[in-house]
């Protein structure tokens, strides 16, 4: 009996030295690959920020008031600010109906600047916007138009912020 309680706790001690150092192998295995992809993420965070578009200088049919307006609209209570809208376009391209021919509303592109409350980083937002016709007038501020476009952190000094 004895020579089998001690093989047990020989047999135990070597299956506990094993685990030990497995274990030890898996944390270090896993920290390193942590660290790796933690640096690959921020390798990643500033090529997107070297591939935004440089933001855009306001054109012709930049107003500051609307931009103002819109800003003070698209500011959700949440999560993020609308810092700042740039109406890049000189002109705004009218829509029709395509039957009739009568004018049902106007777009332009603009970009919007957001800054996120969480921290404090910005993101640049190309986007749309539309107002509607209605008897003999454009009503404003008017609606952002959903964009399938790439948002882009940027930051926030290059927008001016």
Not at 38 to 43: D, G, M, P, V
Not at 82 to 91: E, R
Not at 105 to 131: F, H, N, W
Not at 139 to 160: N, Q, R
């Amino acid at each position: 009996m004895d020579s089998r309680h001690a093989l047990y706790r020989g047999s135990l001690a070597i299956v506990m030295s094993l685990v030990a150092v497995f274990g030890t192998g898996c944390f270090a295995l896993i920290a390193a690959d942590a660290k790796e992809r933690e640096a690959q993420a921020k390798e990643r965070e500033e090529q997107r920020k070297k591939d935004a578009p440089p933001i855009p200088s306001p054109g012709k049919l930049h107003d500051e008031a609307l931009a103002k307006q819109l800003e003070d609209k698209m500011t959700s209570k949440g999560q993020i600010t609308a810092a700042k809208v740039i109406f890049s376009q000189d002109d705004w391209r009218i829509e029709r109906n395509e039957n009739t021919g009568i004018v049902t509303g106007r777009v332009t592109e603009a970009t919007v600047i957001y800054k996120r409350k969480a921290d404090g980083k910005c993101v640049q937002d190309p986007s749309m916007l539309r107002q509607e016709f209605v008897g003999n007038e454009f009503v404003g501020p008017g609606e952002w138009a959903l964009m399938m476009t790439e948002k882009f952190d940027i930051p926030c000094e290059k927008a001016g912020l």
